[in-house]
């Protein structure tokens, strides 16, 4: 249970506690609905009014003033922008305000609808070498234009979270695929939609243990050769466990030849 308590008045030992104890500002919960141009959202008030651009709220202020508060201590940050093609100068802004400290930062939770800014944000970093947790929830179910939008260094990342059809934005560079690695992941839920999604998972996570994946109907909608899917059930073989979110009543015994294994508790 949560309650939403008001101060009217803080006494100066209570605030003083609070501005002494970098703890309190490790999570970093970033908010911007801003738009970044015309506005076509559905229900959108903005259609209302003359001046639509850049409507909207953010706390990218509130932010920079608190960020120092956490001192060299690690950072989560969570950003939320529900609003299609939502501000970019926000997010860039963030971007370049996180650099100083981009080493410290360990979890990053995004939640949007806009399926180029959690991609556009990561790329403002070459190297995000402490994050060890990302999650992308897409707003409306699922993004189907994937994450990464080209080559990062992620070397510490464990746990990976993504309601996006691959982890690869479809605008990623083609010459990079087979280069773009996650040496540190072990767990990964994703969506899959091609079989080429699956090689793309087993290339870049080596040390994938543990998957959770939504099957799309449209997997197996075109035939492919016996020698693919052994390649694919070889390595899907070596998983901890494997959890499948959804699949078809037809195609239950095409997912269990590639996934299922005795041995696997």
Known sequence: MQDCVVVSHVCHYWRELALGTPRLWCELDFFTSRHGGPCECLMCSALELDDIHRLGTTNIHLITNIIGRSLALPLHLNITAPVPRCEPDDTAYLARMLKPCIDR???????????????????????????????????????????????????????????????????????EVTHFSLPSVHTLRTVVQRLEDLYTIF???????????????????????????????????????????????????AVLAIFHDPSRS
Not at 115 to 134: C, K, N, V, Y
Not at 159 to 169: E, G, K, S, Y
Not at 230 to 249: D, F, K
Request: aromatic share 10%; net charge negative; with cysteine.
């Open 203 to 253: 290339s870049a996570c080596p040390q994938l243990q543990d998957l959770s994946v939504t099957i799309e109907h449209r997997l197996f909608a075109t035939p492919e050769p016996a020698s693919s899917w052994r390649g694919i059930r070889q390595r899907a073989a070596s998983l901890r466990a494997v959890e499948i979110c959804y699949s078809v009543p037809e195609q239950v015994a």
């Open 105 to 175: 930062l360990v979890a990053l939770n995004v939640k949007t609808d806009d399926p180029w800014l959690a991609g556009e944000f990561i790329q403002g970093f070459p190297s995000l070498p402490a994050l060890r947790s990302l999650s992308y929830r897409h707003i409306d179910e699922f993004n189907y234009e994937g994450l990464f939008l080209g080559p990062v260094a992620l070397p510490a990342l464990q746990a990976l979270d993504l309601t996006t059809r691959n982890i690869l934005h479809s605008e990623f560079p083609q010459s």
